[in-house]
């Protein structure tokens, strides 16, 4: 007579082992509505915040100042992106004081940044304030935070501001989280800069605190000193733009081949080149592993009529010898389809987002744009979905399906 075989039980942290191996957000959805013990350790904070460090959020869309755009089949994000626009108010009629007024400065971790005008203040104005009112939002779980002022001995410290995006003298973004917050996945950071006539100004706000600070002050002097950029004339640089990658913010100088770069961790900036002969933004600085950044730009073939989409990956110090002029190494250059115009319109470290139009339409009475996603880890197009307008400014989205995402604030 055959012995009986008895099984050993899988236990919880098996389980999770065996989760964190499967391929996709879509098939982890699938999995945990086996049953009810599967969903409860699946949605258990802890596993999800594993998850999150060993996977990065999938594409989801992309926000612009139409509302959110989510990618559509066959993208392979767009059961998720479906399900994710469906719960989400990316309208924001949950903020307190919801209107028109606000407008989107910046997307990171499932959070929107808004900003606007106090009431009664034209942004056209050009007396109109430099400080102003900012909230950051989870769309997906319609909680948000209104930030508080910037108290008065700091905003003293700005003086003869210039105008970025939107018309606004000032450009708040989203920071990644310090080391101190990682691990909370309701603690978020803004970064508030300000491009000034002789100096760089920003400030920092935590939500594990609740204040501002400053975190960085310098003179346009002393910051391009060495770099060949005089100081002397009248006019001020002007850099735009703005890129994150492996800790470090990136603008664009407008009329050099100069990177303005503010590292995260000390908190200091400081200026890099661009490679040669990228001339002519917008660019996109993405991670491009082992702590390097790596460089998208879409350059035309004249000749041709055609478009390549170029990536270039800064050295390290330690990875040869250090060139003054050109520590980039150009990695790769991507064909792409003909007959199209491209452009790019956004990046965070791991997606690009790329737009293209037949060459035949006007500006004026454009054809359909098409949107593109590109993995910059498997250099994989996806199609995102079609619109009738143009695009000059946008945010991509990324996010895990809500019934894998925690509040974030």
Same mark, same amino acid.
């Given at each position: 007579?055959?012995?009986?075989?008895?099984?050993?039980?899988?236990?919880?942290?098996?389980?999770?082992?065996?989760?964190?191996?499967?391929?996709?957000?879509?098939?982890?959805?699938?999995?945990?509505?086996?049953?009810?013990?599967?969903?409860?350790?699946?949605?258990?904070?802890?596993?999800?915040?594993?998850? /999150?460090?060993?996977?990065?959020?999938?594409?989801?869309? *992309?926000?612009?100042?139409?509302? =959110?755009?989510?990618?559509?089949?066959?993208?392979?994000?767009?059961?998720?992106?479906?399900?994710?626009?469906?719960?989400?108010?990316?309208?924001?009629? =949950?903020?307190?004081?919801?209107?028109?007024?606000?407008?989107?400065? #910046?997307?990171?971790?499932?959070?929107?940044?808004? #900003?606007?005008?106090?009431?009664?203040?034209?942004?056209?104005?050009?007396?109109?304030?430099?400080?102003?009112?900012?909230?950051?939002?989870?769309?997906?779980?319609?909680?948000?935070?209104?930030?508080?002022?910037?108290?008065?001995?700091?905003?003293?410290? !700005?003086?003869?501001?210039?105008?970025?995006? $939107?018309?606004?003298?000032?450009?708040? =973004?989203?920071?990644?989280?310090?080391?101190?917050?990682?691990? %909370?996945?309701?603690? =978020?950071? !803004?970064?508030?800069?300000?491009?000034?006539?002789?100096?760089? &100004?920003? $400030?920092?706000?935590?939500?594990?605190?609740?204040?501002?600070?400053?975190?960085?002050?310098?003179?346009?002097? #002393?910051?391009?000193?060495?770099?060949?950029?005089?100081?002397?004339?009248?006019?001020?640089? !002007?850099?735009?733009?703005?890129?994150?990658?492996?800790?470090? *913010?990136?603008?664009?100088?407008?009329?050099?081949?100069?990177?303005?770069?503010?590292?995260?961790?000390? +908190?200091?900036?400081?200026?890099?080149?661009?490679?040669?002969?990228?001339?002519?933004?917008?660019?996109?600085?993405?991670?491009?592993?082992?702590?390097?950044?790596? +460089?998208?730009?879409?350059?035309?073939?004249?000749?041709?009529?055609?478009?390549?989409?170029?990536?270039?990956?800064?050295?390290?110090?330690?990875?040869?010898?250090?060139?003054?002029?050109? /520590?980039?190494?150009?990695? /790769?250059?991507?064909?792409?389809?003909?007959?199209?115009?491209?452009?790019?319109?956004?990046?965070?470290?791991?997606?690009?987002?790329?737009?293209?139009?037949?060459?035949?339409?006007?500006?004026?009475? +454009?054809?359909? &744009?098409?949107?593109?996603?590109?993995?910059?880890?498997?250099?994989?197009?996806?199609?995102?979905?079609?619109?009738?307008?143009?695009?000059?400014?946008?945010?991509?989205?990324?996010? $895990?399906?809500? %019934?894998?995402?925690?509040?974030?604030?």
């Amino acid at each position: 007579m055959a012995e009986e075989v008895t099984s050993l039980p899988v236990t919880d942290d098996l389980l999770a082992e065996i989760f964190l191996l499967l391929p996709t957000p879509a098939d982890l959805v699938r999995a945990s509505a086996a049953c009810a013990s599967f969903r409860r350790l699946v949605t258990d904070r802890a596993f999800l915040r594993r998850l /999150r460090s060993l996977h990065a959020a999938p594409f989801l869309g *992309f926000l612009n100042h139409n509302g =959110f755009h989510p990618a559509l089949p066959p993208h392979t994000s767009a059961p998720a992106a479906r399900a994710v626009s469906l719960a989400a108010d990316f309208s924001y009629s =949950f903020l307190p004081s919801h209107d028109d007024g606000w407008k989107v400065r #910046d997307v990171r971790d499932g959070r929107v940044l808004l #900003d606007r005008t106090p009431e009664d203040d034209d942004a056209e104005d050009p007396s109109s304030p430099v400080f102003t009112e900012l909230a950051v939002c989870d769309p997906l779980h319609r909680r948000c935070l209104q930030l508080p002022p910037i108290p008065d001995d700091l905003a003293a410290s !700005v003086e003869h501001p210039q105008r970025v995006e $939107f018309q606004r003298w000032c450009e708040p =973004f989203l920071a990644p989280p310090s080391q101190a917050d990682e691990t %909370s996945e309701t603690s =978020f950071r !803004v970064i508030w800069m300000a491009q000034c006539k002789t100096k760089l &100004v920003a $400030f920092l706000f935590s939500s594990t605190t609740g204040e501002w600070r400053a975190v960085a002050s310098q003179g346009w002097a #002393d910051l391009l000193a060495g770099t060949g950029v005089s100081t002397a004339s009248s006019k001020s640089p !002007v850099f735009f733009g703005r890129q994150y990658a492996c800790g470090c *913010f990136y603008w664009v100088m407008d009329w050099r081949e100069k990177l303005l770069t503010l590292d995260t961790t000390t +908190m200091e900036f400081s200026i890099a080149d661009l490679p040669p002969g990228c001339r002519r933004p917008p660019i996109a600085i993405v991670d491009a592993g082992g702590g390097r950044p790596g +460089m998208f730009s879409v350059r035309e073939n004249v000749a041709g009529s055609t478009f390549d989409l170029y990536y270039t990956i800064r050295r390290n110090n330690n990875d040869g010898p250090q060139r003054s002029n050109n /520590r980039w190494q150009m990695e /790769r250059i991507i064909p792409l389809d003909s007959g199209y115009r491209y452009y790019l319109r956004s990046a965070t470290e791991r997606y690009l987002l790329l737009i293209r139009s037949e060459e035949e339409s006007s500006s004026l009475q +454009m054809a359909d &744009v098409e949107c593109f996603s590109l993995d910059v880890k498997t250099l994989q197009f996806q199609s995102v979905c079609r619109l009738k307008h143009h695009i000059l400014r946008a945010h991509i989205y990324t996010n $895990f399906p809500p %019934s894998l995402s925690s509040q974030t604030i």
